[in-house]
């Protein structure tokens, strides 16, 4: 008995290619816009960070350490980005969560406790956000006495 071989009608590979051309063309214009909208993007954040060095600049400028205020300004977008987080558990994981936190000790006073500091002096270590700039300025203070001591000469 013979065997019957099945022939699939394939379409010429012109005919393919010319039905292509139209969505190649189509992506290609997207692929431009899309080009073209990442670059007045970046051109508005390079706007915005000109801003934000001048602020930097002008803090300056006024006898503010930039370097804090920068660790300040990053601190601050971390608790922002803390409580949203928060702010996403529903009532059962805030539960859970507040849980763990009480049994496990927020971060700064874990790591004290850890490094040895007692129980007590442990929590006082650990500085919210709003004890944080008396902190900053206390250290800036600080290297401002050791600069001072060092021009009359002490150590």
């Known amino acids: 008995m013979a065997k019957k071989t099945a022939t699939v009608k394939r379409a010429p590979e012109n ?4 039905r292509a051309r139209p969505f190649l063309r189509e992506i290609e214009e997207l692929l431009d816009r899309l080009e073209s909208r990442k670059g007045e993007y970046m051109a508005v954040c390079k706007s915005l960070r000109t801003d934000i060095r001048d602020v930097y600049d002008r803090a300056n400028d006024k ?18 980005k803390i409580k949203k987080h928060l702010a996403n558990l529903d009532i059962d994981e805030a539960a859970i969560y507040s849980h763990l936190a009480e049994a496990l000790g927020e971060l700064g006073v874990a ?45």
């Open 15 to 18: 005919e393919i290619a010319e």
């Open 111 to 155: 790591a004290a406790r850890r490094a040895g500091y007692p129980p007590g002096e442990a929590e006082q270590r650990d500085a919210g956000p709003g004890d944080l700039a008396g902190e900053m300025q206390r250290i800036e203070d600080e290297k401002n006495l050791a600069r001072f001591g060092e021009t009359l000469g002490r150590p």
């Open 63 to 80: 006898g503010i350490s930039t370097k804090p205020l920068k660790t300040l300004v990053k601190n601050n977008a971390l608790a922002r």
